[in-house]
């Protein structure tokens, strides 16, 4: 199965800043990498797919980008309900696999 | 608006079972493929079993084939996931979610917890 690995593990920033969230893939994964918001106590919620299609209603602070097996979160300027943990995830190959996460903390 | 609301999660005895359903509305649950993806305490989640729109096709993650058992219910739309043999790996928060070819996995539902414990 594809691994994708998510750095770094915990982003300390202030709202305002730019955030920089990166996704490296085991392998490629053809453009068909996805990026989920977390909330603690809600379910993850679909910010861009297919490296860098914002989902229905997502802000355009965030951004995607990357190919092959390299990615980026781009959030340009944090509001204060941007913290949270941040998930890749591939859907190239069966099973489709998620990162470990990145938790953008104040 | 979409809705899904799973049900059926609690505290089970390793080597018990427990059956979870998940209840949709505010779209064509018979046109979509479905997903139940769990979550363990602190970590990311993980796809656990697949089933497309007309049942023809259903998948399992390795670590639970032979003993979890995906299935849905067009007519009441209903998704389910009956699980076997829980061992302790098995806690954790498990949701529905709907699969589409475009976006992916675009929706999730509030999610049901199993907790495998003596």
């Known amino acids: 199965e594809i691994v994708l690995t998510q750095s770094p593990a915990t982003l300390p920033l202030s709202p305002g800043e730019r955030a920089t969230l990166s996704c490296r893939a085991s392998?490629?994964?053809?453009?068909?990498l996805a990026w989920y918001q977390q909330v603690p106590g809600r379910p993850p919620r679909l910010l861009i797919y297919?490296?860098?299609y914002r989902a229905t209603g997502v802000p355009v602070r965030f951004r995607g980008s990357g190919s092959g097996t390299d990615f980026t979160l781009t959030i340009s300027s944090l509001e204060p309900e941007d913290f949270a943990i941040y998930y890749c995830?591939?859907?190239?190959?069966?099973?489709?696999?998620f990162g470990g996460g990145t938790r953008v903390e104040l | 608006e979409v809705q899904m609301v799973e049900s059926g999660g609690g505290l089970v005895k390793p080597g018990g079972s427990l059956r979870l359903s998940c209840a949709v509305s505010?779209?064509?649950?018979?046109?979509?493929?479905m997903n139940w993806v769990r979550q363990a305490p602190g970590k990311g989640p993980e796809l656990v079993a697949s089933?497309?729109?007309?049942?023809?096709?259903?998948k399992y993650v390795d670590s639970v084939k032979g003993r979890f058992t995906i299935s849905r219910d067009n007519a009441n739309n209903t998704l389910f996931l009956e699980m076997n043999n829980l061992t302790v790996d098995d806690t954790g928060i498990y949701y529905c979610?709907?699969?589409?070819?475009?976006?992916?996995?675009?929706?999730w539902g509030q999610g049901t917890l199993v907790t495998v414990s003596s």
């Open positions: 089933i497309s729109s007309q049942s023809g096709y259903i």
């Open positions: 392998q490629s994964v053809s453009g068909y």
């Open positions: 297919d490296t860098s």
């Open positions: 995830q591939q859907r190239a190959n069966w099973p489709q696999t």
């Open positions: 505010g779209f064509t649950f018979s046109s979509y493929s």
């Open positions: 979610a709907r699969e589409t070819a475009f976006t992916g996995t675009d929706s």
